[in-house]
């Protein structure tokens, strides 16, 4: 379901391991790649470690019925992939600067540097979410059309540097606004159109 077309750069996703375990920390210390990538794809109850913490995350705090329902969707959608990615990920550039931190930071902690602004944390995230949608999708203003049939081609990739990364974004931005969510509805509204979109091919 996946392509790896337009000549696009795109960031590579380690390839889930079998449980491991390890004693002492070795190597780099703590906070090494080895060690960051060999944790993140250890396994819960058969599903990826990285899985699990970024579910955990998502339903963090009140995000109403329509979040609910879509991070749901997510899961179902990485469940049929057995929690793997392809060889690429979402088109890394144009993305907001805080999900390439969180990356580095094994993917926990919260958004580092802090979202100050929301407003401007938003316009990134729809210059990204933008860029990453087929091109069948047309744009109205700040958000897609909703409209059309096509292929979705990587925009549903799976794995840890795959839609999740869409659903984070999503999750420190509602966190930043606190109150007025009417901007947050709206993208979450664009995002699970384009979900279901893809989520109806599997």
């Known amino acids: 379901m996946t392509r790896s ?52 995350t998502l339903l963090e705090g009140s ?6 329902n879509m991070v749901e969707t997510w899961w179902k959608h990485e469940k049929l992939a057995s929690f793997e990615g392809p060889a690429k990920g979402l088109l890394p550039s144009r993305r907001p600067a805080q999900v390439t ?44 059309e909703r409209s059309g049939e096509g292929d979705w081609g990587s925009t549903g990739a799976t794995g840890p540097n795959g839609f999740l990364n869409v659903m984070i974004c999503l999750r420190w931005w509602r966190d930043a606004l606190r109150d007025d969510l009417r901007g947050w ?16 091919k599997d």
């Open 5 to 56: 077309g337009g000549g696009a750069e795109r960031e590579g996703t380690p390839t889930p391991q079998p449980r491991t375990t390890r004693s002492g920390g070795g190597g780099r210390g703590g906070k090494g790649k080895g060690k960051g990538r060999e944790s993140q794809n250890a396994l819960i109850d058969g599903v990826a470690k990285w899985a699990v913490d970024g579910r955990k």
């Open 63 to 68: 995000g109403g019925a329509a979040w609910e």
């Open 101 to 144: 931190t969180w990356i580095g930071q094994g993917r926990e902690g919260e958004p580092n540097p802090p979202i100050v602004d929301a407003y401007a944390f938003a316009s990134t995230w729809w210059s990204w979410w933008c860029a990453i949608n087929p091109e069948w999708q047309k744009r109205v203003g700040f958000r897609m």
């Open 185 to 200: 509805d709206e993208a979450v509204a664009d995002v699970d159109w384009a979900l279901k979109g893809i989520t109806s």
